[in-house]
């Protein structure tokens, strides 16, 4: 049974560039969230998605965006990158309001 | 703002010594949850605390969630190496449906 998978695993991007990150949850499970984590931090909530509907947002602007496919996959875009981008992005799946697993992350560098 | 406090930032240890991380809500949760994080790792679920007063144990960690439902604190005994990494507490509020709010995670350095 495979946990949660994130790709890629990193990425660099330069400033004004748009980046999409993909996540694959736990089986069995229908919602995900995602969290941005700056080094030395912990993680921040970004939003969540449930039967392919943002339900929770947490305070990022306009420029991450997100969404989830039937199949309850979900993807993280985040458009003009600035270099505050620059972070881990961690997905998590749960089972509606559930305990939440984390993926590996995606490692974004904005240069 | 609901934030989740969590002192101290850094613990150093000698091998073998216990020590403490302390969690605070500026609000009552609705539960509160821990995590590992080794470092170059991601967060790894190790519990979830969702009555008042509630202490659960595994091995030589023990969790307990407060009696108002706005702190908790994970103790270790007897240090390992293996401890090493950050541990973060994460809470729920009322009303925020799955929205995990951190605390900013008390990173464990264990000298042998």
């Known amino acids: 049974d495979a946990g949660v998978t994130q790709s890629p695993t990193h990425l660099i991007k330069t400033r004004g560039q748009q980046v999409t990150l993909r996540c694959s949850p736990k089986?069995?499970?229908?919602?995900v969230s995602w969290y941005q984590q700056a080094l030395g931090q912990g993680p921040q909530f970004i939003f969540q998605y449930y039967e392919e509907e943002e339900r929770q947002r947490g305070n990022f602007p306009d420029r991450f965006s997100g969404h989830q496919f039937p199949n309850y996959s979900s993807e993280l875009n985040v458009n003009a990158l600035l270099l505050g981008d620059s972070a881990l992005y961690l997905c998590?799946?749960?089972?509606?309001?559930?305990?939440?697993?984390f993926g590996p992350g995606t490692r974004l560098t904005v240069l | 703002g609901q934030q989740v406090m969590q002192i101290p930032q850094y613990q150093h240890v000698q091998e073998g010594e216990d020590f403490t991380t302390y969690c605070n809500s500026s609000?009552?949760?609705?539960?509160i949850q821990w995590y590992k994080q080794r470092p170059g790792g991601h967060p790894v679920f190790l519990i979830q605390?969702?009555?008042?007063?509630e202490v659960k144990k595994q091995k030589r960690l023990t969790f307990q969630f407060g009696e108002a439902k706005k702190n908790s604190s994970l103790h270790i005994t007897a240090t390992q190496t293996t401890d090493v990494g950050t541990y973060f507490c994460?809470?729920?509020?009322?009303?925020?449906?799955?929205?995990?709010?951190f605390g900013a995670g008390t990173q464990v350095v264990v000298t042998p």
């Open positions: 089986s069995g499970h229908d919602t």
């Open positions: 605390l969702v009555k008042s007063g």
């Open positions: 609000t009552t949760l609705s539960n």
């Open positions: 994460a809470g729920i509020f009322r009303d925020s449906w799955g929205k995990l709010q």
């Open positions: 998590a799946s749960s089972l509606g309001d559930t305990t939440q697993y």
